[in-house]
Structure formats: structure tokens, C-alpha cells
Nanobody
Framework: QVQLVESGGGLVQAGGSLRLSCAAS????????MGWFRQAPGKEREFVAA????????LYADSVKGRFTISRDNAKNTVYLQMNSLKPEDTAVYYC??????????????WGQGTQVTVSA
């Protein structure tokens, strides 16, 4: 069982930056792929980024490639999402997720409660 708690969301102007954090419980954090997803109002939840167990491999949605960076610190049981050059269309609830699949983009087993990111024009 893995419990995930996101933090770092907020209101930012277009072009600004935010860093989201996701703290995980449990002693097996380093054996999980970690992912970030988001869901905008009236839209389905979508994949944003994923990082492998070691942090050596990452995967991004085309919409955030070059602007967002996912990273992890296994010693702190934490995964991060650095978001730069934010756009109003990035506004959504952002969710952290964990799964044992390698660099999965769907069907994650464990989810956090989400953190709101709002980008004003």
C-alpha cells in the first residue's frame, strides 16, 4: 500500500513557474514508477509525466514537453513536477500516482488527492 500527498499548487500568472511535490509513505517507494496526471474542469484526466524507479528514465505528454520536468528523490520518498512557462490551459487539478509498471501512462494503482493549479492569463 502506498499513500500519496501532493502539495505546491496555487495561483500563478501565465509564464510563471510552480513546483509540485508528492510525498509517499512506505518503504518501497523506489520500486514504483511515479506519474503526474491532471484533470481540467469538464475534461478527462490526462497523463502529464512519469519517471522510472531509479529516476533514470522519464516520459512526458507532448503538451508539456520542454516546459515541465519530473524528478524524484528516493531518499525522501518524494517526486516533483517542476512546471515552467505555464499557460492558462495548464489549469487543472494535478494528481500524483504510483504503480509498479515501468513508465506507465495509464492504469496506476495508487493516487493522491490532488492539488489545484490555476494559471491566469
Amino acid at each position: 500500500q502506498v499513500q500519496l500527498v501532493e502539495s505546491g499548487g496555487g495561483l500563478v500568472q501565465a509564464g510563471g513557474s510552480l513546483r509540485l511535490s508528492c510525498a509517499a509513505s512506505g518503504r518501497t517507494f523506489s520500486s514504483y514508477t511515479m506519474g503526474w496526471f491532471r484533470q481540467a474542469p469538464g475534461k478527462e484526466r490526462e497523463f502529464v509525466a512519469a519517471i522510472s524507479w531509479s529516476g533514470g528514465s522519464t516520459l512526458y505528454a507532448d503538451s508539456v514537453k520542454g516546459r515541465f520536468t519530473i524528478s524524484r528523490d528516493n531518499a525522501k520518498n518524494t517526486v516533483y513536477l517542476q512546471m515552467n512557462s505555464l499557460k492558462p490551459e495548464d489549469t487543472a487539478v494535478y494528481y500524483c500516482a504510483a504503480d509498479r509498471q515501468y513508465l506507465a501512462t495509464r492504469n496506476y494503482a495508487y493516487w493522491g488527492q490532488g492539488t489545484q493549479v490555476t494559471v491566469s492569463a
